[in-house]
């Protein structure tokens, strides 16, 4: 995958009909968001909307559409009819802003059709733009006429015009993280893959490539902090595969090297983590899935430093249920998901909720814990800053 060199910003997402997602959720994302809500309201919902279109400029649509199981579990039912889903990122890049969507249709359990395609982009050079129905072009850039198919998105076809490459090369780079510490305990085979995936499938060939001062130093100040006798890391080749070892040191025990397969759970969660915040080139856009996670709570405090951290490089965007990480958080960067009738809202939280904040009475974390978030009423959203 070629990574995307340049700055973007994800300001937001409406998405209609992606799994349990209702008509028209709208979410506008800080620097740093946190996706709040119950169990099954939805929050890994919104994520897997970004990484579907990540997905789909990668692999086709067709290729993200297989990966969850066919479109039946992608868009949403009602009455035994499918809905038709659509999605549509707002964008600032280097180049200017951005908006890209598409809407797919379909009458059966495993049909699906592009019904609409659209781009506009505002760069140096002037607008550019193109808009497709049901495999036809309507409007595009001058010499833009490739052939296309209802199964098949326009934008990847299109990639290789330098007009189109920044968007593309933007959606592509979008990365959203549910780290598996068994996958990072076990010797990995050296991959060229990059950005990291999901799982940290290629989590040791990501720190191979990169010079070490761009991670070590970062990664073993972080784990020292968590274990207290973390001093230092290295790759080691076994046979054909490649190993992470730890070197664990304390004042009343000599030094002794340790295979990742020898780490606890937390470890290795939090080692994954902070390999996906510091990658180099930086991903723009980061999702994370419940970092706390196996994490101790009272850790969770250096995490959010490496969070923060990061989001000045990156855009982070989290799924959470953390007390302590909430509390560190701003009403500003929370979105409340909630879901029902099995139909999933997103909003900002509710303005009282936010003035019991601001004003000191609790934190965020105690507002969860008492009484749980709420979302604002619809005709009050547009008056938040």
Known sequence: MVAYAGRMKLTALTVSNFRSLGDDVRIEFSQLT??????????????????????????????????????????????????????????????????????????????????????????????????????????????????????????????????????????????????????????QKYSPIKPMSRHGDNWVSVLRDQTPETWKPELVAMLHRLTGDIVDIKISPAASYLLVQFRHHSSHRKAKWFDAAQESDGTLRVAGIVTALCQEPPVPIIGIEEPELTVHPGTVEMLYDHLKQASRRSQVILTTHSPELLRLLAPADIRVVERRDGVTTVRRMAREQREVVERGLLHLGEIMLMEGFQQDLPLNDSDVP
């Open 34 to 187: 946190a996706l709040v809500g119950p169990n099954g309201s939805g929050k890994s919902n919104v994520v897997d909307a970004l990484r579907f279109v990540a997905d789909a400029m990668h692999m086709g649509l067709g290729g993200a559409i297989s990966h969850r199981h066919g479109i039946d579990a992608v868009r949403r039912w009602s009455g035994g009819h499918p809905f038709n889903m659509s999605i549509r990122l707002e964008l600032e890049l280097d180049e200017g802003p951005a908006e890209y969507g598409f809407e797919l249709t379909g009458s059966k359990d495993e049909e699906y059709r592009v019904k609409r395609e659209h781009l506009h982009s505002v760069t140096h050079a002037g607008n550019i733009a193109f808009e497709t129905e049901r495999g036809r072009w309507l409007r595009g850039a001058e010499g833009l006429r490739p052939a296309l198919d209802e199964q098949s998105l326009a934008l990847p076809l299109i990639a290789g015009d330098e007009r189109f490459l920044p968007v593309h090369a933007a959606l592509k780079a979008i990365s959203v993280y549910s780290i598996f510490p068994d996958t990072l305990r076990v010797p």
